[in-house]
């Protein structure tokens, strides 16, 4: 793994004064080397910085690299899993998705078939039958073009008509921008012709800091009164089902070891939590999804999105092969992601949320990752 030279890295220094919810903080933006792929392909890191957090972002994937938040005594840790170049994501023998962006469609398509306007399209299946996270290659191992903005960064990517499959060229936009405690991630995707997408970002958070052992002691809720059932390939088995009085009820804060392993059928197929969780409120309006509370630092992360939906992962089929940034190994459920998305499967499935985009159309949604403490 490449170690990053700071006495040769180029700085790119703006300074901005944020809106309503940021004034009076202003955020950073520099840019320096992150490595080379094995092709030769320079790779650049971005931090965002302000008097609340610090955050880096890589081209590779749009990826979030590391997250610094303050604990209840200010003691400031780093809060998702990753590696210190992108020698490490890169160089994965197993996909985690550290921190990406994933697509043309996050989550699983049942055979990696849909059909538009009755034209089948298939995509590369890469998890068992179905095919994950947009195919083998999919925008978790592009590299995207990252550029300044005001308070952060936007990110690129030009995904050509027939890329893993999927029909119609797509132009994805993200933007990462830092508005005081929180991350705001902005999704926005045009195409020449109708095609099927779903943006989320992967991260892997420990709010007890990356290379803490377990998540299984944070304290987790969720705003869902339903939740999709699945089958044993993870694929939703057909409309939804409600969390009361089962294992998946967040509705109230619970820690999310104190009933993972339950002999639940739908825990069982999914190794713990892997599921999807039909959010409370109107699809495409802003709302709280989810937050995650640790007891040990006082951490609270609070995530809010205008998508109909979120996966919960609580890391299950983790290896503890994974060395990461701390020079520790990431054992079985030390991370949890939170993907904000439409629903897994939808093209298949006409009573879900649609995630078609046709041209002349502009898919947009939004994503905020906010932190505070709890004394």
Excluded at 15 to 36: C, E, N
Excluded at 95 to 119: C, E, L, M, P
Aim: proline share 5%.
């Amino acid at each position: 793994m490449m170690t990053m030279r700071w006495a040769q890295v180029i700085l790119i220094t703006m300074m901005t004064t944020l809106g309503a919810q940021g004034a009076g903080l202003a955020t950073t933006v520099t840019k320096a080397a992150f490595g080379k792929l094995t092709d030769g392909t320079a790779i650049d890191v971005f931090t965002l910085k302000n008097a609340d957090l610090e955050v880096r972002l890589t081209n590779y994937g749009a990826r979030i690299v590391s997250l610094d938040v303050k604990d209840r005594n200010g003691k400031v840790a780093d809060v998702v899993l990753g590696y210190n170049s992108v020698e490490g994501y890169a160089g994965e023998t197993s996909k985690t998705y550290f921190g990406a962006i994933v697509g043309r469609y996050g989550n699983r398509i049942r055979g990696g078939k849909f059909t538009i306007d009755g034209h089948t399209y298939q995509i590369p299946v890469n998890n068992g039958a179905n095919a994950l996270h947009g195919g083998p290659v999919g925008f978790g191992d592009h590299v995207w073009t990252g550029k300044e903005i005001p308070g952060g960064v936007e990110m690129t990517l030009v995904s050509k008509d027939g890329d893993m499959g999927f029909p119609g060229t797509l132009t994805a936009h993200v933007r990462y921008t830092l508005v005081g405690s929180a991350l705001h991630i902005n999704y926005t995707a045009t195409t020449d012709k109708a095609t099927v997408i779903n943006l989320t970002n992967h991260a892997y958070f420990n709010l007890s800091g990356e290379g803490s052992p377990t998540i299984m002691g944070e304290v987790m809720q969720i705003n869902a009164d339903q939740y999709t059932p699945v089958d044993t390939g993870l694929i939703p088995v057909g409309g939804v089902q409600p969390v009361a009085g089962t294992p998946f009820d967040f509705n109230k804060p619970t820690a999310i070891g104190d009933r993972i392993d339950q002999p639940n059928e739908q825990l069982k197929i999914g190794g713990g939590y892997d599921h999807n969780w039909v959010l409370r409120g109107k699809n495409g309006e802003m709302k709280v999804a989810a937050k995650v509370y640790d007891p040990k630092t006082g951490r609270v992360l609070t995530v809010s999105t205008t998508e109909p939906g979120v996966q919960f992962y609580a890391g299950n089929a983790m290896t503890g092969l994974n060395i990461g940034k701390s020079g520790q190994v990431y054992p079985r459920r030390s991370g949890l992601c939170l993907e904000t998305q439409h629903y897994p499967d939808s093209p298949n499935q006409p009573a879900f949320p649609s995630t078609l985009l046709k041209p002349g159309q502009t898919m947009h949604s939004e994503t905020v990752f906010a932190f505070s403490v709890q004394k």
